[in-house]
């Protein structure tokens, strides 16, 4: 069955510090996705992005947070000076078709900020 | 805003227990409802979904049928077992041509007990 990969399963930064959280989609899929999951909280949606480009973010995606899908392959989501609050559990998400269904949901990727 | 509130947790049960996690939702338009179950350690996977008003998922002895007057997606299962164990999260797409973003309760943690 069709994986959605993420990369690394956990990273432990400096405060200050730019990170970048890897994930590789399926590969047939169009609609790509960032949630955050902080510890024992709720899955939060960050950004959506579709043909190049963001189609939809949330309040907490702001200027620190930016997202690339650099070779048709990756998408990643860069956090350029991370803070101790951006410590979570960050999951990458793939989907075929817009409207919320089908949605693929990677491993995660653990980012401990210290 | 669209919302999603559960049920608290954690619930503790017996093996062979009847479970039920309750999910209720404030949505503008016709949201498509998940319910995604988070394994320990692992990603969220979709464990089912129903589309419309009336609707029924229903996937592995778990069940859920979408309530448009009580506005409600409530969990069951007839029998739950130890391998049942993990956090449920309720979620609802608002399918009005959006961008497919998915938003989530504060999930439920299911223990269950031999």
């Known amino acids: 069955e069709p994986e959605v990969t993420q990369t690394p399963s956990h990273q432990v930064t400096q405060m200050g510090q730019e990170v970048i959280l890897r994930c590789v989609p399926i590969?047939?899929?169009?609609?790509f996705y960032w949630y955050r999951q902080i510890l024992g909280q709720k899955v939060e949606f960050l950004v959506s992005?579709?043909?190049?480009?963001?189609?939809?973010k949330s309040e907490i995606f702001d200027d620190q947070f930016s997202v690339e899908r650099p070779d048709g392959s990756n998408f990643t989501l860069k956090i350029r000076s991370t803070k101790l609050e951006d410590s979570a559990m960050y999951f990458c998400?793939?989907?075929?078709?817009?409207?919320?269904?089908?949605?693929?949901f990677g491993s995660g990727t653990r980012l401990t900020v210290v | 805003g669209n919302s999603v509130t559960q049920m608290e947790g954690p619930v503790t049960l017996s093996e062979e227990a009847f479970l039920t996690i309750n999910c209720t939702y404030t949505?503008?338009?016709?949201?498509?409802l998940f319910w995604y179950v988070q394994y320990p350690g692992e990603g969220l996977q979709l464990l089912l979904k129903?589309?419309?008003?009336?609707d029924k998922g229903s996937n592995k002895g778990f069940e859920a049928t979408y309530r448009k007057e009580t506005t409600s997606f409530h969990l069951e299962k007839g029998s739950v077992q130890v391998s049942d164990s993990a956090v449920y999260f309720c979620?609802?797409?608002?399918?009005?041509?959006?961008?497919?973003?998915?938003?989530f309760g504060q999930g439920t943690t299911l223990q269950v007990k031999p």
């Open positions: 949505a503008t338009g016709y949201p498509s």
């Open positions: 979620a609802l797409s608002d399918g009005s041509g959006n961008t497919g973003k998915l938003i």
């Open positions: 992005f579709y043909n190049n480009e963001i189609s939809e």
């Open positions: 129903a589309t419309k008003a009336d």
């Open positions: 590969s047939n899929h169009l609609y």
């Open positions: 998400a793939s989907s075929e078709v817009q409207g919320g269904y089908g949605y693929t």
